[in-house]
C-alpha cells in the first residue's frame, strides 16, 4: 500500500513539473520588446553643493546661555569672600573638559578601604573620582561623596573683573 502511495506520488509530481516546462516564452518576450522600445529617461545632473565651513565657538569660556545667571542674592548666600579664586596653576584632571550637566554619577565602589564614586562622561568612559577630584569646567571640586549623590563645590565668575563665588551643585545617580 505504501509503494503504490509513493509510485501515485511521484507521478502527480512529475505530471506538475512537465506542466510548469512550457517552452513558450512570447509573453515574456512581447514585455521586454515593449519596455525597450520606450525613449529612456533624462537622469539630472548631480547637485553641487556648498563646502561646509567650520563655525569656531569662541565663547567656551563664557557662562552657558542655557543656565541661569547667578542672582545678586544668591552671590550673597554662597559665599561673598573676596579670597576666592581658582587656582589656575593646578594640572587639569580628564573630567574638567566636560559641562557639569553631562557627567553622570552611575554607581559607587570600595575599593583598598577608599570609597570611590563612578562618573559616565557624555561619551560614555565610566571615571572613577573621590573627595578631593575635580570635574566640570567651573573649577567643580567633589567636597562630599555619598551612594545616591555628589556634592560639588564650583568657583564660578560673579559678573564683576576679577571676583569669583563658590556654587554647591550635586549630581544624583541615574536612575533615581
Known amino acids: 500500500m505504501k509503494r503504490i502511495t509513493r509510485i501515485s506520488m511521484l507521478v502527480v509530481a512529475s505530471m506538475l513539473v512537465a506542466a510548469c516546462g512550457s517552452k513558450d516564452f512570447s509573453d515574456l518576450d512581447g514585455f521586454m520588446e515593449e519596455k525597450l522600445a520606450r525613449p529612456g529617461g533624462i537622469i539630472p545632473p548631480i547637485p553641487t553643493f556648498k563646502a561646509y565651513e567650520a563655525f569656531s565657538y569662541s565663547a567656551t569660556t563664557l557662562r552657558s546661555p542655557f543656565e541661569r545667571p547667578i542672582e545678586v542674592r544668591q552671590i550673597a548666600q554662597l559665599q561673598a569672600v573676596s579670597a576666592i579664586k581658582p587656582d589656575e596653576n593646578r594640572a587639569k584632571e580628564f573630567l574638567e573638559q566636560f559641562t557639569f550637566d553631562s557627567l553622570t554619577m552611575v554607581g559607587t565602589l570600595e575599593r583598598d ?47 564683576s573683573e576679577d571676583g569669583w563665588v563658590e556654587r554647591p551643585r550635586t549630581i544624583k545617580l541615574s536612575g533615581i
Do not use: C, F
Not at 115 to 131: A, E, Y
Not at 144 to 158: R, W
Open 113 to 159: 578601604g577608599t570609597n570611590w564614586t563612578l562618573i559616565r562622561d557624555p561619551q560614555g568612559g565610566v571615571h572613577r573620582v573621590t573627595s578631593g577630584n575635580y570635574l566640570g569646567r567651573h573649577h567643580g571640586k567633589i567636597v562630599e561623596t555619598a551612594e545616591t549623590y555628589v556634592a560639588v563645590v564650583e568657583i564660578v565668575s560673579d559678573g
